[in-house]
Antibody
Framework: QVQLVQSGAEVKKPGASVKVSCEAS????????MYWVRQAPGQRLEWMGW????????KYSQKFQGRVTIARDTSASTAYMELSSLRSEDTAVYYC???????WGQGTLVTVSS | DIQMTQSPSSLSASVGDRVTITCQAS??????LNWYQQKPGKAPKLLIY???NLETGVPSRFSGSRSGTDFTFTISSLQPEDIATYYC?????????FGQGTKLEIK
């Protein structure tokens, strides 16, 4: 069965970077795009960007352009999302999801606090 | 970016009631709309794709429809396990965007 398993919770200081991983199983990793969404406490879901694992092409939301990098390791069937220059407003649960939206990771809580 | 205006933001209904949530897109998105259910501490679950298609395994009491840029999500007979927050999502244009959510409670 299809599964997306994300890395564990992180606590970071303002100005630091965080890298969250998303390991896919149960399907051919390079066949479907993977996107990243975040949800701040009490807020709506927010699309950050996505990657085509087949060729590595990426597209980012303008809101995060310059701060977010999405990458993949096809040998490990894993996608990564790195967010830099963290600020308190980046405290949120970060999710990976397969392009059609039917499969999501369990979420990774990133807390930014001094 | 395409704005998705979802209403109401919260809704209280009784078991067995018919429940309707709407989402309006700021421009034409064809049928490129998903509806999700999210329970506390969990990832969103896809219920409806392409505006009106029921995801495999989702109960038939859930349905979706489209009229122009207006989208409607309906639960025909509310069940206690339907208590959750519901979101619409457009995937016609990048960035994909979500509605602000509708928190559904039992009266």
């Amino acid at each position: 069965q299809v599964q997306l398993v994300q890395s564990g919770a992180e606590v970071k200081k303002p100005g630091a970077s965080v890298k969250v991983s998303c390991e896919a199983s149960g399907y051919t990793f390079t066949t479907y795009a993977m996107y990243w969404v975040r949800q701040a406490p009490g807020q709506r879901l927010e699309w950050m960007g996505w990657i085509n694992p087949g060729n590595g092409d990426t597209k980012y939301s303008q809101k995060f352009q310059g701060r977010v990098t999405i990458a993949r390791d096809t040998s490990a069937s894993t996608a990564y999302m790195e967010l830099s220059s963290l600020r308190s407003e980046d405290t949120a649960v970060y999710y990976c999801a397969r392009e059609e939206g039917a499969y999501w990771g369990q979420g990774t809580l990133v807390t930014v606090s001094s | 970016d395409i704005q998705m205006t979802q209403s109401p933001s919260s809704l209280s209904a009784s078991v067995g009631d018919r429940v309707t949530i709407t989402c309006q897109a700021s421009q034409d998105i064809s049928n490129y709309l998903n509806w999700y259910q999210q329970k506390p501490g969990k990832a969103p679950k896809l219920l409806i794709y392409d505006a009106s298609n029921l995801e495999t395994g989702v109960p038939s009491r859930f349905s979706g429809s489209r009229s122009g840029t207006d989208f409607t999500f309906t639960i025909s007979s509310l069940q206690p396990e339907d208590i959750a927050t519901y979101y619409c999502q457009q995937y016609d244009n990048l960035p994909q965007t979500f509605g602000q959510g509708t928190k559904l409670e039992i009266k």
